[in-house]
């Protein structure tokens, strides 16, 4: 059974970064594309940014320039490095890949984002 689980989230003040860790029980190479996807209370879930296998990102308008997507395939492990936050990034952070067998995802991680 393919697992994802994700780490990093917390709480965080306006303006600071935090890093999300998404590690993969599996090569990450056989998950195209990755990515993140979150969800505030009240709120439909949203995608943040993607990444292919290849390297090509792709983000969600509220969050380009700020946020960073990135891949360690020989770690397994899929990353969204998060600066400027705000608190409208206040959400649970899910992270997901496209397997041959359909869509994983992983529990998800609380980012907070208040004074």
């Known amino acids: 059974q393919v697992q994802l689980v994700e780490s990093g989230g917390g709480l965080v003040q306006p303006g600071g970064s935090l890093r999300l860790s998404c590690a993969a029980s599996i090569s990450i190479t056989s998950m195209n594309p990755m990515g993140w996807y979150r969800q505030a209370p009240g709120k439909e879930r949203e995608l943040v940014a993607l990444i292919s296998i290849g390297g090509i990102t792709t983000y969600g308008d509220s969050v380009k320039g700020r946020f960073t997507i990135s891949r360690d395939n020989t770690k397994n492990t899929l990353y969204l490095q998060m600066n400027s936050l705000k608190p409208d990034d206040t959400a649970v952070y899910y992270c997901?890949?496209?397997?041959?067998?359909?869509?994983?995802w992983g529990q998800g991680t609380q980012v907070t984002v208040s004074s």
């Open positions: 997901n890949g496209n397997y041959w067998s359909g869509h994983v």
